[in-house]
């Protein structure tokens, strides 16, 4: 196995590297002889050249399946100095308290069967179709008293 990892260790970590430039290569080199030393012991290998980089390929598939997975691609490191843009302040919870109560006051003004749809959908997390036959109507129906009641509270809570 260290003669392996001496001789290949160079090979794989250029391999990597054109490959996964953002990757740590010396990690992706450290799984392909890692995943060796648990299946050499089962195994007897005619060429291990090619054995050790069909691993390094293997390898460097399940680093791209975890990273889509994780959505890695989507994330922003964050600064060592990163501050949130609104810190909570006294101002900031009234406000929120004050935006609150408009919320709710304006889905209390909501004709009844329109607030009935929009809180069983957004607050029960019920399908239009459930929502139609607790209700008796048709899903499109659901569909366009839950459209009103948003115009509505749109137009009440100032939101675009």
Not at 18 to 30: E, F, H, I, N, T
Request: glycine letters at 4%; aromatic letters at 6%.
């Amino acid at each position: 196995m260290a003669a392996w990892a001496a001789r290949y260790g160079g090979a794989l970590r250029a391999y990597f590297c054109k490959r996964a430039p953002s990757a740590d290569p010396d990690d992706l080199v450290q799984e392909v002889f890692l995943r060796l030393h648990s299946r050499s012991e089962r195994e007897t290998v005619d060429n291990p050249e090619r054995y050790i980089f069909k691993i390094a390929s293997s390898v460097l598939v399940d680093r791209h399946r975890h990273d889509l997975a994780r959505g890695l691609g989507l994330h922003d490191a964050l600064d060592a100095d990163f501050q949130l843009a609104d810190e909570l302040s006294p101002e900031r919870t009234l406000i929120g308290r004050q935006e609150h109560a408009r919320a709710i006051s304006a889905l209390k003004a909501l004709p009844p069967r329109a607030r009935a749809a929009f809180t069983l959908h957004r607050f029960e997390h019920m399908t239009y179709a459930a929502i139609a036959q607790r209700m008796g109507i048709s899903i499109n129906g659901v569909k366009h008293l839950i459209a009103r009641a948003l115009e509505r509270l749109n137009e009440q809570v100032g939101q675009p």
